[in-house]
C-alpha cells in the first residue's frame, strides 16, 4: 500500500489554510486600528504635558497655558484639540490667543480617530498656573477630574486629568 495524500486530504488542508488566513489578516486590521486610537491617546497626552511643562517652566508667572477640545464625529469632523497660551487670563480659549493646533497642525488624531466624548463638558478648557502648579477646568478648579474620549468607532481610549495635574491614559 502507498503512502500519499488523496485529493480531499489536500482540499481539506488548503481551505483550512485559507480560513487561518483570512481570521489573521483580519484580526491584524482591526487591531491596527486599534493601536491608532492608542498612539492617538499617547500624542494627546504629551501634547497636556507640554502645555503643563511649559506653564511650570517660566519666569513670567502671568502667563497661562492649556489645552482646549471640543468632541467630533466619525463622520469626517475629528474635533479640535488645541494648545494655546491664555494671556487674557480667564480660563478658556479665545480665538486671537496664540496656539499650536493639534489637529489641523503638524500634529494630528490619526485617520478614523475622532475626539467622541468629553466629561463633563465639551468644549473643555484645561489650563495650568504657576508658580504652584494650579489646574483649572474651564476656568475653575473643580471638578477633581475631567476625560477625553478618543475613538475609532468601535474602540475607546479615555485620556484622564486630575486637579493636580497627574495625566494618564485608561483603555477600558
Do not use: C, H
Amino acid at each position: 500500500m502507498k503512502k500519499s495524500f488523496t485529493l480531499i486530504e489536500l482540499l481539506m488542508v488548503l481551505s483550512i489554510m485559507g480560513i487561518l488566513s483570512l481570521m489573521a489578516f483580519f484580526g491584524i486590521k482591526s487591531s491596527q486600528s486599534n493601536i491608532s486610537v492608542l498612539r492617538s491617546g499617547f500624542s494627546l497626552v504629551s501634547e497636556i504635558r507640554k502645555a503643563q511643562e511649559w506653564a511650570l517652566g517660566q519666569k513670567d508667572t502671568k502667563k497661562r497655558y492649556g489645552i482646549y477640545a471640543q468632541t467630533g464625529n466619525p463622520t469626517g469632523n475629528q474635533g479640535e484639540i488645541i494648545l494655546f497660551v491664555d494671556e487674557n487670563e480667564d480660563g478658556r480659549y479665545q480665538p486671537p490667543e496664540k496656539r499650536e493646533d493639534f489637529i489641523n497642525g503638524l500634529k494630528r488624531l490619526e485617520k478614523g480617530v475622532f475626539v467622541k466624548s468629553i466629561n463633563p463638558t465639551s468644549p473643555l478648557n484645561i489650563v495650568f498656573e504657576a508658580p504652584q502648579p494650579k489646574v483649572y477646568f474651564n476656568g475653575r478648579i473643580f471638578p477633581s477630574e475631567v476625560e477625553i474620549v478618543l475613538s475609532n468607532g468601535s474602540f475607546d481610549v479615555k485620556v484622564k486629568i486630575n486637579r493636580a495635574g497627574l495625566i494618564w491614559v485608561q483603555t477600558k
